[in-house]
Nanobody, 120 residues
Framework: VQLQACGGGLVQAGGSLRLSCAAS????????MGWYRQAPGKQREVVAI???????DYLDSVKGRFIISRDNAKNTVYLQMNNLKTEDTAVYYC???????????????WGQGTQVTVSS
């Protein structure tokens, strides 16, 4: 199973970016999907989580600015980031709780990370 993230880049403060992350491989089911970020010198933190049913939860500092969504048919999770701030600069990682066809267990999988840089 692989998660492939894309959509990062350089944007000015107040701008927008959309991240996407597609899961591929022998996938039986996907539970929660989410986005995390890690800024230099800081610990990785959760940004947003979306359940299989579409319920979402957000880091307080991004509420009202970021929107997480998923397309279950495409095994893809998205993060629409609006009104970006310099403090949003980080490497963003996607995460998914996936059950493979060859096991009854669910494991966490991570994407490779995509850099988001917000300039002032």
């Amino acid at each position: 199973v692989q998660l492939q993230a894309c959509g990062g880049g350089l944007v000015q403060a107040g701008g927008s970016l959309r991240l996407s992350c597609a899961a591929s491989g022998p996938i039986f089911s996907i539970n929660d999907m989410g986005w995390y970020r890690q800024a230099p010198g800081k610990q990785r933190e959760v940004v947003a989580i979306v359940t299989i049913g579409g319920s979402a939860d957000y880091l307080d500092s991004v509420k009202g600015r970021f929107i997480i969504s998923r397309d279950n048919a495409k095994n893809t999770v998205y993060l629409q980031m609006n009104n970006l701030k310099t403090e949003d600069t980080a490497v963003y990682y996607c995460n998914a709780a996936i059950r493979r066809w060859d096991t009854r267990f669910t494991n966490d999988y991570w994407g490779q990370g995509t850099q988001v840089t917000v300039s002032s």
